[in-house]
């Protein structure tokens, strides 16, 4: 299944959770069930824009844009991460509200049911879409799925302060459970726009794909050829490495443009969405003197 597809189910799953969340609340009145209600319309906006961040990610390079669309994700993901922070501000203005002005909670039993309900869908899809995120290399679909992720420990989180509501008669849990919901949701959304900053300054590759790139140019080094000058770069679902590669001076072209495709393919092949780009040079040729990256 393709990443749009995926959102377009989160686009669903947030109108249908909205509906369950929504009634819950009408039927007992509580905030911290409001709360789970709000962060659920949050969901839905994030999906929405997730989706078409997505679509203008897929288009192909253009006069414009010659090395692509990709790194539209990241706008998905930080818009969700500040639309999570503007819940949690409203969640803890409407907590603060009912600490102050208690009122009695009606109907748990029905607003629990259609509480865990709507748990039971974002849990669902949120595992498919984090799976599917690391498949398609896709930030945006794994904000999505991670911020339906804190949607669920929200309700969870709801259904405990409800319960306890209940058992205790205490009802400054409800707002209580409220605020811990706001706090929790904040560090999500501090996560995400942490993130999408790191991928739109150019943040280098993971370490593990470095190391994967790095196994692949020493299978190739060697007396004659030598590689230096390696920098990583990721956007959204693209991984990008430059580098030079120096050989005898005597080589050919053809034998030196040879070899510079093997080992790209090479790297491409060990690093999934890999675009490796290769300057060639001869080996007494430096394009950079007294640089710490002439050593790999």
Sequence with gaps: MQV?????LSVVAALATIALKAGAWWLTG??????DALESLVNLAGATFALAMVTIAAQPADEDHPYGHHKAEYFSSGFEGVLILGAAVGIMLAALDRWLHPQPLERLDWGLALSVASSVINGALAWSMLRAAREHHSIALEGDARHLIT?????????????????TG???LDPLAALLVALNI???GVSLVRRSADGLMDRALEPEH???????LKDFDHATIRFDHLTTRRAGARRFADLHMHMPASWTLQRAAAL??????????AVPGLRATIQLLPMDVE???DDPKDLL
């Excluded at 949607?151 to 058992?167: C, E, H, K, M, P």
């Design 186 to 188: 904040v560090r999500e």
């Design 287 to 289: 394009a950079h003197f």
């Design 170 to 172: 205490w009802l400054w």
């Design 210 to 216: 470095q190391a994967a790139i790095h196994a692949v």
């Design 151 to 167: 949607d669920v420990w929200t309700s969870v989180g709801v259904v405990i302060g409800l319960i306890a509501v209940q058992l």
């Design 4 to 8: 749009s597809s995926y959102l377009r």
């Design 260 to 269: 510079r495709a093997s080992v790209e393919q090479a790297l491409m092949s």
């Design 30 to 35: 509580s905030v911290s069930l409001l709360s």
